[in-house]
């Protein structure tokens, strides 16, 4: 199956210049230090409350989610009554201290809050070995109201830009007369419509519940599951860290986290 990409937003940002692309990855604790010494100032990557009223609402951690040996500073806002959510992976050079970063959302994915439900931002992951290519899948929640959610299933994976596709959602309803729940399931109304095309969106297609489950081995189909653990630094700790001096040794237990070494 086929899904079209939709191009929402190509940031392509090169922060400095000196990018070598032949040049081998540095080891981690370098692209750490460098991380940490990018963090604030021109084109830094943390977002201060200069820059955001609400950059409380920022988490960061530090990945390596195309595991190309090049460290990324992933970071999320989350949801609020007044906010929309955000996310932005920016990955290092080779060289230098400069970060590229872009996003594409498939069809009519919107941006996800992968922050928002109980797992807390842990995804689960999806390896296909015939690409070379990790698929993380995040869920987003949102409460409609006392009686009703809605959850959202995406898949994120790093291929020079960060794709972000939805992949189907599910509805939960709770009953106000004697609190039963029941569940429904649906495919994007996007599914299947060509991308940059003038045809209004159906309504959206009632799958199964077990199909729902299952919707991410659907969609990438003979992948091998992977396990992962972020951890997400949050805005104040991070300001901490870094009036501090301290700034490397959080984000390197955040990417110890990642890459499965937490002594």
């Known amino acids: 199956m086929r899904f079209g990409r939709k191009l929402v937003a190509a940031l392509l940002a090169v922060l400095s210049i000196g990018v070598s692309a032949s040049a081998a990855p540095r080891s981690d604790a370098e692209q750490i230090s460098v991380l940490a010494e990018t963090a604030t100032g021109s084109g830094g990557w943390f977002v201060s409350p200069s820059q955001d009223g609400e950059w409380s609402h920022w988490f960061y951690t530090v990945t390596d989610l195309n595991h190309d040996g090049r460290l990324e500073l992933f970071k999320v806002k989350r949801r609020d009554l007044d906010s929309a959510p955000w996310l932005q992976c920016e990955e290092l050079n080779d060289n230098g201290k400069g970060r590229h970063y872009g996003i594409f959302f498939a069809g009519g994915t919107d941006v996800p809050d992968i922050l928002s439900t109980e ?11 015939s690409e070379n290519r990790y698929y993380y899948i995040f869920d987003d929640c949102v409460v409609m109201n006392e009686f009703a959610s ?76 992977r396990g992962v653990l972020l951890q997400w630094v949050r805005a104040e700790q991070l300001q901490k860290a870094l009036d501090s001096g301290n700034a490397a040794d959080v984000l390197a237990e955040a990417y110890a986290f990642f890459h499965g070494d937490k002594g």
Not at 123 to 128: A, K
Not at 153 to 159: H, P, S, T, W
């Open 119 to 129: 797992s807390g931002g842990q995804p689960s992951v999806l390896y296909d070995a």
């Open 150 to 225: 809605k959850t959202t299933r995406y898949a994120l994976d790093l291929g020079g830009d960060l794709h972000v596709e939805e992949l189907g959602f599910m509805m939960r309803q709770e009953s106000g007369l004697d609190g039963s729940l029941s569940f429904r399931a649906y495919l994007p109304a996007w599914h299947g419509v060509e991308a940059e095309s003038n045809t209004p969106l159906p309504e959206p297609e009632e799958i199964s519940m077990k199909r729902y489950t299952g919707i991410a081995a659907e969609r990438f189909p003979g992948c091998e599951k």
